[in-house]
């Protein structure tokens, strides 16, 4: 049963629960599960527990037509791992001035990390991503990401999307905060899947679509088996020298980047399927906030 985080349509505060044959089941008030920072609190075997105990109880229901589902975050940092897939290397490689950082970084013991965004940079299913104005070559990265509770452990998974400028990127590898981190940079959604709903971590499949009206102007697919990295080893080297008390997300490096003349345009959506979890969609606009 996945962890959702919705908002009723009649306005109410987002809360979590869990979907359960097409309806959304809320977590009582009092058991401490209400929120992201709640949750996170938690042991994955408490939170595997408590929603096995809940199953066809008699916690309240709302249909799915009733809310929006927005993303699972409320108080984490989001974090990033880079060039965890050859392909993602080899396209940093083409895009760089500075060709050897990337090929140097795929085979460190060291991964590459990095602050993706904090929860006003983020948005959920249905949310609108953005491109930069002063960017003029802009992709989706479709990854796997992990939801770590405070204690450092793995309780769930989910999709991310790490929104980045290749142009910017690309002219100095220095200029990488300014091509990952902005307003509407990344997405989180639509649900949190438990481990034992997604079997092995390692082999999931994930699929990316973007369309332009209603066209699909790029298709791509990749498998988590295709990276150079083990995840426990990515969530090792982050909680190296840093702790979250309220849990973390952490996207774990993208495997699909579409050829080097596609950029995203306003418009565009952005789907992101991977198997176990589900679909997080995403419309494009230009990002708007100072001209
Ligand atoms: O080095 C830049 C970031 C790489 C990245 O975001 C990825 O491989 O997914
Ligand atoms: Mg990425």
């Known amino acids: 049963m996945p962890i959702v985080r919705y908002r009723p349509l009649d306005n109410g505060h987002p809360r979590l629960g869990w979907l359960e044959d097409g309806q959304i089941r809320a977590f009582p008030d009092d058991a401490g599960y209400a929120t992201p920072r709640q949750l996170l609190q ?10 096995r105990s809940l199953r066809d ?25 880079g060039v965890t897939y050859k392909r993602s290397r080899d396209a940093r490689m083409e895009e760089s001035s500075e060709r050897s950082v990337y090929d140097r970084i795929y085979d460190a013991e060291r991964p590459e990390l990095f602050l993706k965004g904090t929860p006003r940079r983020i948005v959920g299913p249905g949310g609108t991503i ?11 990265e479709p990854e796997l990401t992990l939801v770590i509770n405070r204690h450092g452990e793995v309780i769930g998974y989910t999709v991310g999307n790490d929104v980045s400028s290749r142009s910017i990127e690309g002219e100095n590898p220095l200029y990488l905060p300014q091509a990952k981190i902005y307003t509407g940079s990344g997405a989180l959604g639509p649900v949190v899947a438990l481990p034992d709903e997604i079997g092995a971590p390692q ?10 009206d209603d066209v699909a102007v790029f298709e791509g697919a990749t498998s988590t088996a295709e990276m150079h990295r083990s995840l426990d080893d990515l969530a090792d080297w982050l909680h190296r020298g840093n702790s979250f008390p309220d849990g ?44």
């Open 130 to 140: 953005t491109i930069r104005r002063d960017s003029t070559w802009d992709v989706p």
């Open 248 to 291: 973390v997300f952490l996207m774990t490096g993208t495997g699909i980047v579409p050829p080097d003349d596609f950029s995203l345009q306003d418009g565009d959506v952005v789907r992101i399927a991977i198997a176990g979890i589900g679909t997080l969609t995403n419309r494009v606009a230009v990002l708007n906030v100072r001209t």
């Open 203 to 212: 082999s999931l499949d994930i699929e990316l679509v973007i369309e332009r």
């Open 42 to 51: 938690h042991s994955l075997d408490e939170i595997t527990g408590v929603v």
């Open 57 to 81: 109880s008699t916690a309240k229901s709302i249909p799915l037509a009733e809310v929006a589902l927005v993303a699972p975050i409320d108080a984490q940092e989001v974090w990033a791992a």
